[in-house]
Structure formats: C-alpha cells, structure tokens
C-alpha cells in the first residue's frame, strides 16, 4: 500500500483543527484532523477540479 504522510492546510497556522491531505494508492484523501476517523477519497482530477472551484468562488454561497 503506498501511502503519502498527512498534509496540513497552511491556511490552519499553529491550531490543531485543520483539513489535511495525503495520496493514497493513486487517491487522494481528505480529513479534518479533529475527526481522523472520516476520510474523503477522490481521484487527482476530481480534486484539481474541486480546488480549481474553490479558487473561482463556486462554493462561497455556501459559506
């Protein structure tokens, strides 16, 4: 199984509550460091999309 180290977002400074991330057998997965348990997989491209929305406001509304 090859698996990255978890990533903290740099947006989370010295806290603890934080989304991380990490590649995972060709994944990519999402957690929130104060709920290790639930992790989000998707695929590279699903992610880059999902990020480059983020970037252009798609999801501010939800804010």
Known sequence: MSESKWQKSSYSGATNECVEVR????????RESD???????????????????IKAGEFDHHA
């Not at 639930?38 to 929305?53: H, S």
């Open 23 to 30: 590649t995972a057998n060709g994944l990519v997965e999402l």
């Open 35 to 53: 709920t290790g348990d639930i992790i989000v997989r998707t695929t590279p491209t699903k992610f880059a999309k999902f990020l480059q929305g």
